[in-house]
């Protein structure tokens, strides 16, 4: 079992739909967690932190988070063609910065 | 803000030869991670350097070294290349724990 689990898609949402990207993770004790967004050719840029159980929200984005299930979720609303990336979801289980990456998902958005 | 700056952008190099990538973080964070990028294996964690100590360490086989300096610059290097060497090679830079900026990456081919 990966540390970081993520369906790697294609995930296709239609343009101004919600598109749900999920991740699963193995360690009870990790601490926090991030989706970090990669655009094909570039680097992963950080989109969303989330650190306890609920729901964090910025702009479109809403990243959710239940220690219980070991799942982390992030809902994009009025989804764009310019949403149309690979997803990453990372977790943070240590003392350090060392971050678990999941596998990503592709999301495609169409217009 | 300078963002995190990787040189070189792209390295073509021999098996059985070495080398050495450099990554300047932004200015006042202490936290500098790298990982290698390959579409097979996704991101994985190589090291973390904080205040010029190793502080994580991923599992990755004794040919790859990093330090860090005191004006928290970093280098990686990588001994006895071999063809599975061939990745993006991405560094990070936090103040903060999880909260990555990640530099444009150095593309190592190894031919």
């Known amino acids: 079992q990966k540390e970081v689990e993520q369906n790697s898609g294609p995930l296709s949402v239609p343009e101004g739909a919600i598109a749900s990207l999920n991740c699963t993770y193995s360690d009870r004790g990790s601490q926090s967690f991030f989706w970090y967004r990669q655009y094909s050719g570039k680097s992963p840029e950080l989109i969303m932190s989330?650190?306890?159980?609920g729901d964090q929200e910025d702009g479109r984005f809403t990243a959710q988070l239940n220690k219980a299930s070991q799942y982390v979720s992030l809902l994009i609303r009025d989804s764009q063609p310019s949403d149309s990336a690979t997803y990453l979801c990372a977790v943070n289980k240590n003392a350090g910065n060392m971050l678990t990456f999941g596998g990503g998902t592709r999301l495609m958005v169409k217009p | 803000k300078a963002g995190v700056t990787q040189t070189p952008r792209y390295l073509i190099k021999t098996r059985g030869q070495q080398v050495t990538l450099s990554c300047s973080p932004i200015s006042g964070h202490r936290s500098v991670s790298w990982y290698q990028q390959t579409p097979g294996q996704g991101l994985q964690f190589l090291f973390e350097y904080f205040s010029e100590t190793q502080r994580n360490k991923g599992n990755f086989p004794g040919r790859f070294s990093g330090r860090q300096f005191s004006n928290s610059r970093s280098e990686m290097n990588v001994s006895t290349l071999e063809l599975g060497d061939s990745a993006l090679y991405l560094c990070a830079s936090s103040a903060t724990k999880g909260g990555y900026t990640f530099g444009s990456g150095t593309r190592l081919t190894v031919v």
């Open positions: 989330i650190y306890s159980n």
